[in-house]
C-alpha cells in the first residue's frame, strides 16, 4: 500500500517549456488536491477534485490546469513555466472533501529558470 | 483578518517542556479542524483531528473552542523528535477548500 505517490521528485525546466506532474493513489479516495508550498507562504491550494469525472479551481489556479484521469490519478498541467512557479508541489487526497483528512504525497521540487 | 492564523514562532523549548500553539480562524461556519505536522522538506502528515468534545492521543492534546473561534495544540513531555512545523487546517462549511495556517515552528533542545 504506497498511498499516494508523485512523479517526478524533482525537475528544473527552463522559463516557457511545458510539463505534467503525476499523482496517484491506492487508497480508493473520493477527493484529491494540488498544492503549492512557498516559503512563509504555507500551503495553497492551487486545484481540486472533490470526486471522480469534477476538478474546480483553489486558491492560485492561474498557469495551471489539471486532469482528473480516474479515480486513482490527478494530474497538474503547467502549460509554459514561469520562474514565480518555482515552488514544492505537494499532491493529497482524502475520503471525502470537506470533512475529512487528507493524506500527502512526498512532492515534487520544481525549479524554473 | 487571515482566514486561518497562526503564531510561526519558532518556540524553542528544552526537552521535557509542555509547550501549547493555537490556532484561530475567521469562518464561523468551519466545520473540520486537524493538526498536522510537517518535517523539513517533508510532506505534511496528519496529527490528529480535533473534535468539539477535544481529543487526546499520547502526550498530545488537542481542543476546539467555538465561541473564540480557535484550536489548540498541547505538547506535554517535549522530546527532540517532536521538533517539526504544526499546521492547523480548517474546512470551511459550504467549501470544499480546506484552508492551511502558515505553521508553528517547534524546537526542542536537549
Known amino acids: 500500500n504506497a498511498g499516494v505517490t508523485q512523479t517526478p521528485k524533482f525537475q528544473v525546466l527552463k522559463t516557457g517549456q511545458s510539463m505534467t506532474l503525476q499523482c496517484a493513489q491506492d487508497?480508493?479516495?473520493?477527493?484529491m488536491y494540488w498544492y503549492r508550498q512557498d516559503p512563509g507562504m504555507g500551503l495553497r491550494l492551487i486545484y481540486y477534485?472533490?470526486?471522480?469525472?469534477?476538478?474546480d479551481k483553489g486558491e492560485v489556479p492561474n498557469g495551471y490546469n489539471v486532469s482528473r484521469l480516474n479515480k486513482r490519478e490527478f494530474s497538474l498541467r503547467l502549460e509554459s513555466a514561469a520562474p514565480s512557479q518555482t515552488s514544492v508541489y505537494f499532491c493529497?487526497?482524502?475520503?471525502?472533501?470537506?470533512?475529512?483528512?487528507?493524506?500527502f504525497g512526498p512532492g515534487t521540487r520544481l525549479t524554473v529558470t | 483578518r487571515k482566514e486561518v492564523e497562526q503564531d510561526p514562532g519558532p518556540f524553542n523549548v528544552p526537552e521535557g517542556a509542555t509547550v501549547a500553539f493555537n490556532c484561530t480562524y475567521s469562518?464561523?461556519?468551519?466545520?473540520?479542524f486537524f493538526w498536522y505536522r510537517q518535517d523539513c522538506r517533508k510532506e505534511p502528515k496528519l496529527l490528529m483531528s480535533?473534535?468539539?468534545s477535544g481529543n487526546e492521543d499520547g502526550r498530545f492534546t488537542a481542543q476546539l473552542n467555538r465561541a473564540s473561534q480557535y484550536i489548540s495544540l498541547l505538547i506535554r513531555d517535549s522530546k527532540l523528535s517532536d521538533s517539526a512545523t504544526y499546521l492547523c487546517?480548517?474546512?470551511?462549511?459550504?467549501?470544499?477548500?480546506?484552508?492551511f495556517g502558515r505553521g508553528t515552528s517547534l524546537i526542542v533542545h536537549p
Open positions: 480535533v473534535y468539539s
Open positions: 487508497m480508493n479516495h473520493n477527493s
Open positions: 469562518n464561523s461556519a468551519s466545520q473540520s
Open positions: 477534485s472533490a470526486s471522480e469525472g469534477t476538478t
Open positions: 487546517v480548517v474546512n470551511k462549511g459550504g467549501s470544499y477548500i480546506p484552508t
Open positions: 493529497a487526497s482524502s475520503v471525502l472533501a470537506v470533512r475529512d483528512e487528507q493524506y
